[in-house]
């Protein structure tokens, strides 16, 4: 077993050549490295935040990873469950792909190439502890990199700095019909990013039912 460097990577299997088989990435975020000469052809990684696994289906030069559903291992219509835990240091990240930046948490990754994600609905569990958090703005899931609303909005004074946990489900805008946009990723957003006043110690536990349609 070793870790790949500068990655969340790690590789259980390697071939004679010493690139990767099997490994696994904590959470594959803005896409899975494609490094040359560091994954075999064929090649399989797993998500340990969503259990989707990922195959190198280009070469050891230019790797190119395909999600399991966009073949015939899974069916890719099948109502899937993606989950993001979040410790207090997660819920103010301003990083790419982290709840606090402006594009917000990416809790399903993009969809393969001729793809499109189906968010069905999502529940945030929201668990209060010492004190509540600062900031943040409207809450809403969204189309990945700067997309449209996907659900109606929750207050940060009812989610986010709430002084008593809370469980809020969040279902499709239904009033009339939306773009959505294939290719991209499902991510939860705060209209701004979210502060801790000192003390806040809370967390939370991000829950998407989606599918993913052939476009």
């Keep these: ?45 797993v998500d340990l935040s969503t259990g989707i696994s990922y195959t190198n289906t280009g070469t050891v030069a230019a790797p190119v ?35 606090s930046h402006a594009n917000g948490l990416i809790c399903v ?20 502890s010492i004190a509540a958090f600062t900031g943040g703005g409207n809450t809403t899931f969204n189309i990945g990199a700067g997309g449209a609303a996907l659900t109606g909005l929750i207050a940060t004074t009812t989610l986010w700095q709430n002084a008593a946990s809370i469980i809020q489900e969040f279902v499709p805008l239904s009033t009339v019909a939306f773009p959505i946009t294939k290719e991209t990723s499902i991510n939860l957003k705060t209209a701004s990013a979210i502060t801790n006043p000192g003390t806040a110690a809370g967390s939370a536990k991000v829950y998407v039912w989606y599918s993913q349609v052939a476009i």
């Design 65 to 99: 990873w395909s999600r399991a559903g966009s073949s015939g291992i899974v069916d890719p219509q099948v109502v899937q469950l993606a989950t993001v835990s979040l410790a207090a240091a997660d819920l103010i990240d301003t990083a790419s792909g982290k709840l």
């Design 109 to 128: 990754p993009a969809a393969p190439t001729g793809y499109v994600n189906i968010l069905h609905r999502a529940i945030v569990s929201y668990t209060f």
């Design 1 to 45: 077993m070793r870790s790949i460097y500068s990655t969340s990577i790690v590789s259980f299997i390697d071939n004679q050549a010493n690139l990767l088989v099997l490994g696994t990435i904590d959470n594959i975020g803005s896409g899975i490295p494609t490094t040359a000469s560091t994954f075999a052809i064929g090649a399989k990684i």
